[in-house]
């Protein structure tokens, strides 16, 4: 089994059809454009930068059409992308170049002196020339070289991709670290390939759709949902540098069809004073994941007519497992739906066996979306997996129609006076409070309990919340043992360039809550 060059294909079947659009630089490819300077890369990959296949190119910028170019460039000249994520220090990135051992640094100009900085350490890199994207008028900086420069200098004629096996990776996306040392997540050929028939299946995408993203290019939620899909599919591809709800609410109120964002984005849509009167001409599926979505936004959508299909995927699993259709999300508050096209799942009880309707167990995954490993760790790679099924270290169940419900992270979870609590519940709850614009639920050791609650809120400005008042609307709401103990207002809460709540930065940050004075529930 194998894929053959899909942008090579829509380049023959749809050459005038736009492919992209770049927000940032206002320039717009078409499949033609866009299959000719993707050969280029490849042109240079091969004969410029004498890489061979098989070579990683390792690439720290922002969205750009660039970006999607390189990294079907890439696929042409049969080499490895490492998508990095540009919020990372310096110190944060070196572990992963390490890890990886790319060939090449392409770098936007913006990351100039970390990627200089970089390459004095990684003798691999510091033998080549970097290529700067963005660099003007042939500027060249030291040891580098423009990326227009290079695609000017490369042979327009389109190279087409050989056919890859499904199970050749093309590119390596690292983990966000959520839970602990970032790891290259392989992201095959068939993974890409099936992930985008199942978003079709589900979504019922065609080249007829226009997709806004604005979600990083490093993160699978920005590549691979619906970014890849839409190429696979012939539509038209929006990229936003980095989001701006106001720019991204004047795109979904005119041509924009497709859009996923995770919960902060749809919060900060919903909090920009241009939401009440946007109308979303033309959108025609809103899909979100990623974390836990508060219900209440997700109601306050649906009071406007947009419907979100909430859905769950993983770096892991290329990454759509999950998309509610449209009537059931309308239906059910919060449900992720049943799993998409070639994706199986399971929710696995404690002792091994299969829960039936309504009881909470970890979520097993298995099909062609999910990856082979983690690059050169064949042990964790190994130890993700039971008996086939990858395990997602996340707490769900599906009721008597088969829709499923992400409770949790696992490890997110902690008991207190031996009863489970999942901070996501206490979180849903928390969003209710109209003084409330962010917050997380934490376990906190105490003495007496073994683990309690500790709210940390970031309140909405001239809105005051006394602690007390919070835990009295949470006591009407849950059992007392979920009632936070704790109650700590911050500026603003730690989350990942994807917009996941850093809950280990906060367990670390409050670790010694619970020896202090709590605020009695
Ligand atoms: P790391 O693996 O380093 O911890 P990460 O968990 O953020 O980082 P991703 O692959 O980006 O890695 O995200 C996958 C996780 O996102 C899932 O395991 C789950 O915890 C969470 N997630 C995805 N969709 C949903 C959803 N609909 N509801 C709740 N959580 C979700």
Redesign the pocket.
């Known amino acids: 089994m194998y894929v053959v060059d899909w942008l090579h294909k829509q380049a023959l079947h749809r050459p005038d059809q736009t492919a992209l659009v770049d927000l940032a630089s206002g320039r717009e490819w078409t499949y033609r454009q866009f299959n000719e300077r993707a050969s280029r890369v490849a042109d240079y990959l091969l004969t410029r930068a004498g890489l061979q296949p098989g070579a990683r190119v390792a690439v720290l910028a922002q969205n750009s059409s660039d970006y999607l170019e390189l990294l079907y460039g890439c696929a042409k000249a049969g080499m490895v992308m490492v998508c990095l994520n540009w919020r990372l220090a310096p110190a944060e990135l070196l572990p992963i170049l390490q890890d990886a051992e790319p060939a090449l640094l392409v770098y936007g100009q913006p990351f100039g002196a970390t990627a200089e900085a970089l390459r004095a350490q990684l003798p691999g890199l510091r033998a080549r020339q970097a290529v700067v994207i963005g660099a003007t008028g042939g500027a060249e900086q030291a040891g580098a070289r423009g990326y227009e420069d290079c695609l000017a200098g490369a042979c327009g004629d389109a190279i087409e991709m050989q056919p890859r096996g499904m199970d050749e990776v093309w590119h390596l996306l690292y983990?966000?670290?959520?839970?602990?040392t970032?790891k290259g997540v392989m992201q095959t050929y068939g993974m890409v390939y099936f992930n985008a028939v199942n978003c079709m299946l589900a979504t019922g995408l065609s080249r007829h759709d226009v997709l806004l993203n604005v979600l990083p290019f490093f993160?699978?939620g920005g590549l691979n949902l619906y970014t890849n899909p839409v190429l696979h599919a012939g539509g038209t591809v929006h990229i936003m540098q980095q989001f701006d709800a106001g720019a991204a609410l004047e795109l979904l109120d005119s041509t924009v069809t497709l859009f996923l964002g995770v919960p902060a984005v749809y919060l900060m849509l919903s909090q920009h004073p241009a939401f009440g009167a946007a109308r979303f001409r033309a959108m025609r599926h809103w899909s979100a994941?990623?974390?836990?979505?508060a219900h209440s936004l997700l109601e306050l959508y649906q009071a406007k007519g947009v419907t979100i299909c909430?859905?769950?995927?993983?770096?892991?699993t290329g990454?759509t497992v999950f998309i509610c259709d449209e009537a059931t999300a309308r239906r059910k508050t919060g449900t992720?739906g049943r799993p998409v096209g070639s994706m199986r799942t399971r929710v696995v009880l404690a002792d091994g066996s299969d829960a039936g309707p309504g009881q909470r167990g970890e979520l097993y995954i298995q099909g062609p979306g999910v990856t082979p490993g983690y690059w050169k760790l064949p042990q964790a790679s190994a130890e993700a997996f039971v008996d086939g099924w990858l395990r997602?270290?996340?707490i769900a169940y599906f009721d008597d129609e088969g829709d499923h419900y992400?409770v949790d992270?696992a490890k997110d979870m902690y008991i207190s006076g031996a009863e489970n609590v999942y901070p996501a519940e206490v979180e849903n709850v928390l969003f209710q409070m109209p003084q409330i614009a962010d917050a997380a639920v934490i376990g906190v050791a105490d003495a007496k309990w073994g683990d309690v609650g500790a709210a940390i809120v970031v309140l909405k400005a001239g809105q005051p919340l006394a602690p007390a008042e919070l835990q009295a609307f949470c006591r009407a709401r849950l059992s007392g043992y979920k009632v936070p103990k704790h109650v700590v207002v911050l500026d603003a809460l730690p989350r990942?360039p994807?917009g996941?709540l850093e809950k280990h930065k906060l367990r670390s940050q409050f670790a010694d809550l619970g020896t202090q004075e709590g605020t009695a529930p």
Do not use: L, N
């Open positions: 983990t966000s670290g959520t839970t602990g970032p993160h699978t994941g990623g974390s836990p979505m909430f859905g769950f995927g993983m770096t892991e990454p992720i997602s270290g996340d992400i992270r990942t994807s996941k």
